[in-house]
């Protein structure tokens, strides 16, 4: 797969991981992959293998096991021209950083984890927003999904966030503020890589 380079980039749901990774990408030249919607555009696949269970998985707020999200992301960084990635919404737990680690991770280089953090309350009112808005494509934006994708943030995606925090590799921004002022504070951390 040749050196590749990946920034993960972690936050609650709704707290603007997709609109940020944008506009990381755009201005800084890195290939933004969502774990999510790689999920979502492979259980729309007609005889996906793991359609079924990668659904059951979204409409249950639950992550979807590593072997299958690590799959994708790694055929998507191989078909990749490029060598510097952004990874929105991934490793979300312990099973996905060592899912990570066996299949992936001595392959690429993670330069950094940045984690966008933002109050619960302000993300569940964004993802309803986000669910209402036509053509969204976000059918998991219903109240009863976002709480069960908050409580799994705060019980598997903080551990992983820690974890991060510990080996120095962690980025912090506040993602409560305006998207031009979010991506103000980002910029400062990419300008010293």
Known sequence: MGHKKVVFVLGPPGVGKGTQCRKIASYYGFVHISAGELLRRERQVRNSV?????????????????????????????????????????????????GWSRTIGDKVEVMFVLFIDCPVEV?????????????????????????????????????TVDYYRELNLLRVVDGNKSEDAVFEDIKLIFNDY
């Not at 998985?57 to 992301?73: M, Q, R």
Request: net charge negative; proline share 3%; hydrophobic share 30%.
């Open 123 to 159: 993300c569940i009112e964004r993802c309803l927003n986000r669910g209402a808005a036509a053509g969204s494509g976000r059918f998991d934006d219903t109240i009863e999904v976002i709480e069960k994708r908050v409580a799994t943030h705060l019980k598997e995606t903080q551990p």
């Open 50 to 98: 793991h359609g079924e269970l990668i659904d059951s998985c979204i409409k249950d707020g639950k992550i979807v096991p590593a072997e299958i999200t690590c799959k994708l992301l790694e055929r998507h960084m191989e078909e990749s021209q490029q060598d510097r990635f952004l990874i929105d919404g991934f490793p979300r737990n312990l099973e996905n950083r060592e």
